[in-house]
């Protein structure tokens, strides 16, 4: 069954039927545009409060941001997108192990987004993992690659404290004290998804994924800088996501978002 369902087992040279949206719902790419850049917060500044400035004004201008010397090591950062591409390049059979279309799984390799109601497909593969408490979870992770669950689980634990770093900076840029976000949310729980879009044959007709919130507080992207599509909608516009050299995209999510 995965290896029918997998978009990543296979080259495509053209898009399959069941991945083609109306015309409608089509990508404007055309309309995309690619050099408007999200703002940068580089939290290595010594000036905390322009810091806190910063990503207070991200947060309500755009929702998205870039940071820089986030604390979270390089050469993880390197080490986690090549386990990942190892992760999807295992042959089919040993995908398979994993596979589930069940939306419900904590830990699964599935495609698309909900494929049991979908009508149309979206253009990614993807490998989803709980990651707190990790002592809880990993040993349902992949163990081939032999290094995923080492590599993962440290990048795991860097990025879950960078979190509660950036709630303490947008708690002070709405004039509350440094751990209020981090009490209010209370025990918080911790996803990762490794997302795979292969080449696509043509991307016109389809998305990785349509337009979307997350639903979460915070997400933390590690983003491969070899691999565009990332968009921002801001003030009606489609904004490209350009990644800077080892920097990491946050998206604040809908239980963070203030109407």
Request: glycine share 6%; with cysteine; net charge negative.
């Amino acid at each position: 069954m995965a290896d029918h369902q997998l978009i990543s087992t296979a080259a495509h040279d053209t898009l399959p039927g069941s991945y083609v949206r109306p015309e409608a719902q089509r990508p404007r790419l055309g309309e995309v545009v690619p050099d408007a850049d999200i703002p940068v917060v580089d939290l290595a500044d010594p000036d905390r409060a322009a810091v806190v400035a910063r990503i207070g004004d991200a947060c309500r201008t755009h929702g998205f941001f870039q940071v820089l010397n986030h604390g979270v090591p390089v050469e993880l950062m390197m080490s986690v997108l090549s386990v990942a591409y190892e992760f999807f390049r295992l042959p089919p059979e040993e995908k398979a192990k994993l596979y589930s279309d069940d939306p419900a799984k904590k830990i699964r390799l599935s495609t698309s987004f909900n494929v049991r109601k979908e009508t149309v497909h979206n253009w990614r593969d993807y490998l989803r993992l709980h990651c707190h408490p990790l002592e809880q979870f990993v040993p349902e992770w992949p163990d081939n690659p032999p290094s995923f669950r080492e590599i993962v689980s440290a990048y795991c634990k860097e990025v879950r404290e960078l979190g509660f770093r950036l709630y303490g900076a947008i708690s002070e840029s709405l004039g509350l004290e440094e751990e209020y976000i981090k009490k209010a949310l209370g025990e918080q729980e911790q996803h990762m998804a490794v997302n795979f879009y292969p080449k696509c044959p043509e991307p016109e007709l389809t998305y990785g994924l349509p337009a979307h919130t997350d639903p979460n507080a915070l997400t933390i992207l590690l983003m491969d800088q070899q691999v565009g599509g990332l968009q921002v909608l801001n003030q009606g516009r489609w904004i490209a996501v350009n990644p800077r050299p080892n920097a990491l995209v946050i998206n604040i999510g809908d239980q963070l978002q203030y109407q």
